[in-house]
T-cell receptor
Framework: DTAVSQTPKYLVTQMGNDKSIKCEQN?????MYWYKQDSKKFLKIMFSYNNKELIINETVPNRFSPKSPDKAHLNLHINSLELGDSAVYFCASSHLQGNSPLHFGNGTRLTVT | AQKITQTQPGMFVQEKEAVTLDCTYDTSDQSYGLFWYKQPSSGEMIFLIY??????QNATEGRYSLNFQKARKSANLVISASQLGDSAMYFC?????????????FGTGTQLKVEL
């Protein structure tokens, strides 16, 4: 299946821990993103990479570090997790040109206790 | 100012009826794009339809059409012949400018419920 796949689907962890979310796309896109959806369903961009280069870096705590080993993969590592990090994290991909829709993964629900 | 405003937090529609979900936007860019996404209760984000600022025709995709009124800065989604499976959260989003990738700014969403 052609898709954006992210793992894990659910992540429950304690405050202070470090965790990673992995994302892969096989759509042949050159640009990948991380979005955060909060408890009120509001979606906000965190990062974007184009061909492994960081092109969008919103105001995100530096505990969040994206890594793109190649243009088909974009991982998100989070250090020292806090309660406020609880959210659904979506990976997405697209072509760089402006009319290319973003294709989203199914999301990772992160719960920090 | 909000870049994307969706003023209807919740909407109800009867099956087989048409429904319009409102979206207004704010930008000073000449080149921009407007997107609609559907998020069912299962959580995935599904792309529905796209309208570019220079597109002269309103976009249509099956039962979805976009009522684009540039002067009013509105990009309403029209769903015709509603089905039970259309019950979901709907998000309007905008991309501004032509460079820097597809950074989308999302609205707060409209929860649509289709009733028998």
């Amino acid at each position: 299946d052609t898709a954006v796949s992210q793992t894990p689907k659910y992540l429950v962890t304690q405050m202070g821990n470090d965790k990673s979310i992995k994302c892969e796309q096989n759509l042949g896109h050159d640009t990948m993103y991380w979005y955060k959806q909060d408890s009120k369903k509001f979606l906000k961009i965190m990062f974007s990479y184009n061909n492994k280069e960081l092109i969008i870096n919103e105001t995100v705590p530096n505990r969040f570090s994206p890594k793109s080993p190649d243009k088909a993969h974009l991982n998100l590592h989070i250090n020292s997790l806090e309660l406020g990090d609880s959210a659904v994290y979506f990976c997405a991909s697209s072509h760089l040109q402006g009319n290319s829709p973003l294709h989203f993964g199914n999301g990772t629900r992160l719960t920090v206790t | 100012a909000q870049k994307i405003t969706q003023t209807q937090p919740g909407m109800f529609v009867q099956e087989k009826e048409a429904v319009t979900l409102d979206c207004t936007y704010d930008t000073s860019d000449q080149s921009y794009g407007l997107f609609w996404y559907k998020q069912p209760s299962s959580g995935e984000m599904i792309f529905l339809i796209y309208q570019g600022s220079y597109d002269e025709q309103n976009a249509t995709e099956g039962r979805y059409s976009l009522n684009f009124q540039k002067a009013r800065k509105s990009a309403n989604l029209v769903i015709s012949a509603s089905q039970l499976g259309d019950s979901a959260m709907y998000f309007c989003a905008m991309r501004e400018g032509t460079g820097g990738g597809n950074k989308l700014t999302f609205g707060t969403g409209t929860q649509l419920k289709v009733e028998l």
